[in-house]
T-cell receptor, first 106, second 124 residues
Framework: EVVMTQSPATLSVSPGERATLSCRAS??????LAWYQQKPGQAPRLLIY???TRATGIPDRFSGSGSGTEFTLTISSLQSEDFAVYYC????????FGQGTRLEIK | EVQLLEAGGGLVQPGGSLRLSCATS????????MSWVRQAPGKGLEWVSG????????FYADSVKGRFTISRDNTRNTLHLQMNSLRAEDTAVYHC?????????????????WGQGTLVAVAS
């Protein structure tokens, strides 16, 4: 099983600042990597797939990069609605998710 | 607007069974592989099972293999998950999720639409 490790577990950032979230795979997943945002009581929302392609309707302040085993989600200027939990998911070898990064207001 | 609506969750004793349903609308179900993904209380996401667009190919996480059965009815735009021999560790919110490709045989993909989920609680 491909193990996905996200860091940090919690990230405190002020509104308007940049947030950088990391995701590492235990083996190469090429570009088969997605990022999701989840708010309390809601379903996950797809942000990025193919490591760097924004999903429909996702603002361009969200960007993804990386390939192989190292991936990054960057939110360029945090808005109040961006504070949530973020998960990465690999879909190269079935599906595994990271444990999540909680993005909180500093 | 694509909609996925789960139903069928509830409280069940260990060893019991439940059948979950996911009603879909506003997209052609038969051209999309579908999955069930669960989330234990306060925990992360875990893929449970997937099914191809035709329903001919099904796959399961090791944790549920032999106990859960995924199926679909494309004429009724519905996905199902039959859960038998339930255990305490199966307690979670179960989401159905739509694959984001138009290849019905592609079981591995990102998920571009999710239902709100239905809670399954296994306890005596």
């Amino acid at each position: 099983e491909v193990v996905m490790t996200q860091s940090p577990a919690t990230l405190s950032v002020s509104p308007g600042e940049r947030a950088t979230l990391s995701c590492r795979a235990s083996e190469s997943v090429s570009s088969a990597l997605a990022w999701y945002q989840q708010k309390p009581g809601q379903a996950p929302r797809l942000l990025i797939y193919g490591a760097s392609t924004r999903a429909t309707g996702i603002p361009d302040r969200f960007s993804g990069s990386g390939s192989g085993t190292e991936f990054t989600l960057t939110i360029s200027s945090l808005q109040s609605e961006d504070f949530a939990v973020y998960y990465c998911q690999q879909y190269s070898k079935w599906h595994t998710f990271g444990q999540g990064t909680r993005l909180e207001i500093k | 607007e694509v909609q996925l609506l789960e139903a069928g969750g509830g409280l069940v004793q260990p060893g019991g069974s439940l059948r979950l349903s996911c009603a879909t609308s506003a997209f052609n179900l038969r051209v999309h592989a579908m999955s069930w993904v669960r989330q234990a209380p306060g925990k992360g996401l875990e893929w449970v099972s997937g099914i191809s667009g035709s329903g001919e190919r099904t796959f399961y996480a090791d944790s549920v293999k032999g106990r859960f059965t995924i199926s679909r009815d494309n004429t009724r735009n519905t996905l199902h998950l039959q859960m038998n021999s339930l255990r305490a560790e199966d307690t979670a919110v179960y989401h159905c999720a739509k694959g984001n490709t138009n290849d019905p045989d592609r079981l591995t993909s990102a998920y571009d639409s999710w239902g709100q989920g239905t809670l399954v609680a296994v306890a005596s």
